[in-house]
């Protein structure tokens, strides 16, 4: 049974960061594709009136969402703002009379993780919460304890069928194609398995730095940045079975699933690293253990994937920004060629390009029985951005579509499973910037290398 569609949109924290960069420009897209209907209410602190706040979203889509005189005009006419403390129950007060005749609203909140439990508190004693919706940016905790504290909160004012958690690397086209590409070719179905499979590689590399924030650095690693959510989520996408239907909650049961059958790190299943050079970055401690780099060896002990090593790579300061799964299948043996061939693989682009490829063996030309690697390119986008990934997200929360949401038992068996290695009493390795990390990565991979290293566009091979 379809879900109502919100008939409000409320985002906390509307003249910070995230509203300026992302969700305005995202917000003038639903106006331009006329997907946007009702009244946007933004909320914050900020001594502000309605006409600073349109100035604000004018400028953010200048900025960065590409001025559309038209859909901004549809938008700046549904905008409504509520200036005032989130401790004060009136500022809440104020948003129930601003909200008016709605009774379906979607509150999202784009703000510290800090202010969550107080703001979902306000919201459920003013009345705010009855019937509504609440969108809830990650992190969702910093581990499993406070994943946990962090979902009773939620769970005091919402019933988990009205909580989102947004993470905006599962609105990205390339990510939900993993999913389709799988289910929709009958041909791959007879070796996605660990009888054909001989392993599987995620690498995220990124080829800059902090950028300047250093500070939240220190609180977060690589670990804690990206493999507990994005990675993982990539990986659920590549080892869940076919859902029963297309209905929200049989998809994001199968991803459960999946985490439950890998077991939790252990320190041997890790390579930390930093780049040379992070200690120096402001807010970063002169003698900081915070990994810019992590590598990790995960299995997945279910039927189809026992016996088959899941490596995540991901790191600060690498040669090349670029998200790539590689799916290295066995080797075939050496019959009809003088030695075995390498294996064949399948190869997914996420970013920043998106390309699905398959690697397979040619003749080379010549009298002699030889052959040479080839890639047969199924599909190659330069840009992957057709649609704005919070676009996309924010759209599916108004219409109640949780399918690319994380549901609370996900995000737990999450931080189940990288608990362990996270503030491990080891050192990390140093590596020097535009390298592929620590020397000892290698030894991670031993026997199911060599690590695939994405190039700069994905069909150059």
Not at 37 to 45: E, L, N, S
Not at 122 to 135: E, F, H, T, Y
Request: glycine share 8%.
């Amino acid at each position: 049974m379809s879900e109502p569609d919100a008939d409000a949109l409320v985002f906390f924290g509307a003249t910070g960061d995230l509203a300026y960069k992302k969700i305005f420009p995202a917000l003038q897209a639903m106006a331009r594709r006329d997907h946007l209907h009702v009244p946007v209410i933004g909320v914050a602190k900020s001594g502000w009136g309605l006409d600073q706040f349109r100035a604000r979203a004018r400028e953010s889509v200048e900025t960065h969402g590409g001025f559309d005189p038209a859909a901004f005009d549809r938008l700046a006419g549904r905008l409504r703002y509520v200036d005032g403390d989130y401790a004060d129950p009136g500022t809440f007060a104020a948003l129930r009379r601003e909200l008016g005749d709605a009774r379906r609203p979607a509150h999202y909140l784009a703000i510290p993780p800090t202010l969550f439990g107080p703001v979902v508190e306000q919201l459920g004693r003013s009345d705010c919460a009855r019937g509504a919706r609440v969108i809830v940016e990650k992190p969702f905790g910093r581990d499993l304890a406070s994943a946990r504290a962090l979902n009773q909160t939620l769970l005091g004012a919402f019933d988990e069928a009205s909580i989102f958690r947004i993470d905006h690397y599962l609105g990205k086209e390339p990510v939900q194609n993993l999913v389709y590409f799988r289910f929709a070719n009958s041909f791959l179905e007879p070796v996605w398995n660990r009888n054909h499979v001989a392993s599987v590689q995620i690498t995220m590399a990124e080829d800059f730095g902090v950028q300047g924030r250093g500070a939240f650095y220190e609180e977060a690693g690589a670990i804690r940045d990206v493999v507990q959510n994005h990675l993982l989520q990539v990986l659920a996408n590549l080892a869940m079975e076919p859902p029963v239907s297309t209905d929200s909650e049989a998809v994001r049961d199968e991803k459960v699933k999946v985490l439950r059958a890998i077991p939790s790190l252990r320190p041997a299943d890790v390579v930390r690293g930093q780049f040379r050079g992070y200690r120096g970055e402001k807010g970063v401690a002169p003698d900081s253990q915070v990994e810019t780099f992590a590598a990790v060896k995960l299995r997945v002990n279910n039927w189809r994937w026992q016996g088959v090593p899941f490596y995540i790579r991901a790191g600060k300061c690498l040669p090349v920004t670029a998200t790539e799964v590689l799916v290295r299948f066995h080797r075939p043996p050496a019959l009809y060629t003088a030695e075995a061939p390498p294996p064949n693989h399948i190869r997914f682009r996420i970013s920043p390009d998106v390309a699905i490829a398959l690697g397979a063996m040619v003749k080379a030309p010549g009298e002699r029985v030889a052959g040479r690697a080839a890639e047969l390119l199924a599909v190659r986008h330069p840009d992957a951005a057709e649609m704005d990934a919070y676009e996309r997200l924010l759209g599916d929360a108004m219409r109640g579509n949780s399918t690319e949401f994380a549901r609370e038992d996900y995000v737990e068996e999450a931080w189940r499973i990288v608990e362990p290695v996270l503030g491990i009493e080891t050192s990390v390795a140093e590596y020097d910037p535009r390298t592929w990390g620590p020397d000892t990565i290698a030894d991670l991979v031993a026997g199911d290398g060599p690590w695939h290293d994405p190039v700069t566009t994905g069909h150059d091979r």
